[in-house]
């Protein structure tokens, strides 16, 4: 490709940021600063997610906080459809006769793209690297083995709703805690998907069938796309409910169990949606145990799922799930897991961090009817005793208290304020 065609390309897709900079009220990403010292010295920070998450918008965000000269090229471009590894060098050179000297590169997207990550490694022995993709699997590849760990990855996730909160409230202020239960009680009914903010419920249903056609059907070939399409919506819609590969293959005849495995897996690949599996000091009990899928943002739960009427409690056992993976995303020895016993007392997410359980944790909408209450206090005490805690965590929407049941603490917290908070 002809480098003044490729100075083209780069000075436009430059010019479309810029211009979305000024044009719309960007949302500062909570996680800058956590990244920022990766890039103190030449290094590959791989910014990894679901299509449409904000990676792009993440990475023009650290290059401006690092105050950086810096060069960015979009692979995921129609224009570029053609591009071959030799034009990987014309790229560099295109940046220095645009930009002169530069420091940090943005490679977006660039998987598709043969011998890219052979260019990368070379940059990086000079420069400060950032490479976005929304497939987990960019890294088990070349990558892995020409960088052998030389690298920083990290998933960012659709915005939370710290994120999109427009002010910082005062806990202990009645007239902000009713303005953040109104922004949460918004934040529940849309989407954390960035665009959703400029073009409304019609973007999640795209990115939705993008994630199912480009990262799923076309990267994997997948022949019996109509049956993907099923089990996906039926994972989608049935999000926070066990299931197991076996139960999907009846429900969907298909054959091989490992055949809906492997669907299950690409689904993962592509960020839509998280497993989780049920805890078990056993590692071979966790294995065979049924697990649990959340989806990757709740917009998705609202605007695509198949049930006439939505359920509030699992939404916000799905905003959880994901809150815990953000805060899994800076910590990677937390691991998360779903717990229940024989009785099917059952308790929402169980946090490892290490060899240690962290906490326990149960999201629940309301606990005025005492059924409810007595329930969701009974599970989690029994996975304090069979676990040997002292103590369990229960997140409402409005119940703010400690009571002390059969020698175990139990606090009651918003799941705002939790939402809010730094540690898990």
């Known amino acids: 490709m002809e480098i003044e065609i490729l100075k083209r390309i780069i000075v436009s897709q430059r010019e479309e940021f810029e211009k979305t900079f000024k044009e719309f009220p960007v949302i500062d990403r909570d996680k800058l600063d956590y990244v920022k010292p990766f890039l103190s010295h030449p290094n590959i920070l791989a910014i990894l997610g679901v299509r449409r998450s904000g990676k792009s918008f993440f ?8 105050k950086e000269n810096f060069g960015y090229i979009n692979f995921d471009d129609e224009r570029l459809i053609d591009l071959k590894t030799e034009d990987l060098d014309r790229i560099l050179q295109a940046f220095y006769e645009l930009y002169g000297e530069v420091n940090l590169i943005i490679l977006d997207e660039p998987q598709n793209i043969r011998g890219w990550e052979l260019f990368a490694n070379r940059l990086r022995r000079t420069k400060k690297v950032i490479i976005t993709g929304s497939n987990s699997n ?5 990558l892995a083995t020409h960088l052998t760990g030389r690298y920083i990855d990290f998933t960012l996730y659709p915005l939370s709703f710290k994120e999109i909160l427009n002010f910082k409230p005062n806990v202990y202020l009645t007239e902000d805690i009713a303005k953040v239960r109104e922004q949460l009680g918004s934040y529940l009914k849309e989407s954390g998907f960035p665009e959703f903010r400029k073009f409304g419920p019609k973007i999640v249903e795209v990115i939705y069938q993008d994630i199912i056609n480009k990262d799923c059907l076309d990267r994997h070939n997948i022949k019996n796309k109509k049956t993907f399409k099923e089990l996906s919506g039926y994972l989608t819609s049935n999000f926070s409910r066990e299931f197991t590969y076996s139960k999907l293959a009846n429900i969907f005849n298909i054959k091989d169990v490992h055949t809906v495995k492997n669907y299950v897996d690409y689904l ?23 697990k649990k899928a959340y989806v990757v943002d709740h917009g998705i739960c609202n605007f695509l799922s198949f049930k006439l ?3 509030i409690g699992k939404l916000l056992e799905n905003i959880a799930c994901i809150e815990l993976l953000r805060r899994r995303s800076v910590n990677s020895n937390l691991e998360i897991y779903y ?20 906490t326990i944790m149960q999201v629940c909408q309301d606990l005025s009817e005492p059924e409810t209450k007595e329930r969701e206090v009974k599970s989690l005490i029994k996975a304090c005793k069979e676990l040997k805690l002292k103590e369990g965590l229960i997140l409402t929407e409005n119940t703010e208290r400690e009571e002390k049941v059969e020698g175990i603490k139990i606090t009651f917290k918003t799941i705002w304020k939790w939402l809010l908070e730094e540690k898990t």
């Open 268 to 290: 993962k690949e592509a960020f839509l949606i998280v497993v989780i599996d049920r805890f078990s000091p056993k590692l071979k009990q966790q294995v065979i145990s049924p």
């Open 309 to 311: 009427s939505k359920d």
């Open 339 to 358: 717990w229940k016993d024989y009785q099917q007392h059952e308790v929402d997410f169980v946090i490892k961090e290490g060899p240690k359980i962290k």
């Open 59 to 66: 990475s023009m965000l650290l290059a401006r906080e690092l």
């Open 138 to 142: 960019l890294l088990s590849g070349e």
